[in-house]
């Protein structure tokens, strides 16, 4: 079975520029959630997608946003870049309604914003 | 508010070494869920293992061992037998039952020295 695949691997953007994302979460899973990885706060939640509806959302600001299309496919947006944007982006799918919710993770999309 | 703290920001040791990460966990929650994730240098967070606050079990898996004491909030691995492929960095999770959100420790990196 293919693992969550995410779209582009690296990107370069600048300042005040907006960029998408890419998430396909492996077969059969049906929750996309992202994360920010950043050297200076680490892993943190963005938020998660379940039948197109966001459920979860972590402390992040509007600029941010996200949506998942009928396949479970998922896409997240961050609008008015800034320089503080530059992370590597993880996407991970999990199944739901099995009580077994484990993540599984992409191999991330390198964000650089100039 | 959860929060998963991982001590030990870097540990160094030689092949065939045993070695321990430490994760210490807070939660109000009753049901919540903790993992073990690896991080190799090419970016993907691999899953390791995934417990529920119900099953104190310990277990083992090949060279890997997990330790789950509720009465001290710890959730720490160990690596029996350390090898070159082990370095990585290490991450413990915490979800809450019902959230696909999780909360990271800030990582160990392990680098094992041949």
């Known amino acids: 079975k293919a693992g969550v695949t995410q779209t582009p691997r690296y990107l370069i953007k600048t300042r005040g520029q907006q960029v998408t994302l890419s998430c396909s979460p492996i077969?059969?899973?049906?929750?996309v959630s992202w994360y920010q990885q950043t050297p200076g706060q680490g892993l943190q939640f963005l938020f998660e997608?379940?039948?197109?509806?966001?459920?979860n959302k972590g402390n992040f600001p509007g600029r941010f946003s996200g949506r998942q299309f009928s396949n479970s496919r998922s896409e997240m947006n961050v609008s008015t870049l800034e320089l503080g944007d530059s992370a590597l982006y993880l996407c991970?799918?999990?199944?739901?309604?099995?009580?077994?919710?484990?993540?599984?993770f992409g191999p991330g999309t390198r964000l650089t914003v100039l | 508010a959860q929060k998963v703290t991982q001590a030990q920001t870097e540990i160094s040791v030689v092949e065939k070494e045993d070695v321990t990460l430490d994760c210490v966990y807070e939660?109000?929650?009753?049901?919540?869920?903790l993992f073990w994730y690896k991080q190799p240098p090419s970016g993907e967070l691999v899953f390791l293992i995934r417990?529920?606050?119900?099953?104190?079990q310990n277990e083992i898996s090949g060279r890997y061992s997990w330790n789950f004491q509720k009465s001290t909030s710890s959730f720490n691995f160990t690596i029996t037998a350390s090898q070159v492929v082990d370095s990585a960095v290490y991450f413990c999770?915490?979800?809450?039952?019902?959230?696909?959100?999780?909360?990271f420790g800030s990582g160990t990196r392990l680098q094992v020295q041949p």
């Open positions: 991970a799918s999990s199944l739901v309604g099995t009580g077994v919710e484990t993540q599984y």
């Open positions: 077969s059969g899973h049906r929750s």
């Open positions: 997608y379940f039948s197109e509806t966001q459920r």
């Open positions: 939660t109000r929650d009753t049901t919540y869920y």
């Open positions: 417990r529920n606050s119900f099953d104190e």
């Open positions: 999770a915490l979800s809450e039952a019902g959230r696909r959100a999780l909360t």
